[in-house]
């Protein structure tokens, strides 16, 4: 569900609509991040405890695991429009550390959603990037079609000949 409406939000009007629901719908995930991260804290919960029977905390922990994967999802499909509004925001990038966190020591990601844990990481420098780091949403093209360069093959470049028009003699408008 999260991931449609991401995908929504790219195809949403021009882009200073979108930057404006970007800027909304980050506000209110880190909102929700700070509320589930106070939760959490005051009941003395962290991340490798035995699962927990209080419905508070468990709501708490699905809102921090939920929020993280959208960000995740937003600032990898959305990098100019998230980097926008989070790249000026100290408390944001700081709440997003503590989440990330919680999310890796909690090992609840597994496969494509542990994957794109680390690739957001690496986005917004909460890790080292690798070497190879590629954001794989990151352009116009879409990640099925992107071929890697290595495999495009050059094409030659050719002088392109020029068909030359026969010019010969016009008619003048007054003669129409």
């Not at 980050?26 to 991260?37: M, S, V």
């Not at 957001?120 to 990640?143: C, H, I, R």
Request: charge should be positive; hydrophobic fraction near 35%; aromatic fraction near 10%.
């Amino acid at each position: 569900m999260q991931l449609s409406a991401v995908k929504s939000m790219q195809r949403f009007g021009n882009q200073e609509a979108q930057f404006k629901l970007v800027n909304v719908m980050l506000t209110q995930l880190f909102k929700n991040l700070h509320d589930a991260r106070q939760n959490l804290t005051m009941w003395g919960f962290l991340p490798g405890d035995e699962f927990p029977q209080n419905e508070t905390i468990r709501e708490s922990m699905s809102k921090v695991f939920e929020n993280t994967a959208l960000f995740g999802d937003m600032v990898l499909r959305m990098p100019k429009a998230v980097h926008e509004f989070y790249d000026r925001n100290r408390e944001w990038q700081l709440l997003l550390a503590w989440s990330y966190g919680f999310c890796n020591q909690s090992q609840v990601f597994e496969g494509s959603g542990e994957t794109l844990l680390n690739l957001m990481g690496q986005e917004v420098n909460l890790v080292p990037k690798s070497a190879d780091f590629v954001n794989p949403y990151e352009g116009d093209v879409d990640p099925k079609e992107k071929v890697p360069v290595s495999i495009v093959p050059k094409k030659a470049t050719k002088e392109k000949e020029r068909k030359k028009i026969p010019r010969g003699p016009r008619m003048s408008r007054t003669e129409l």
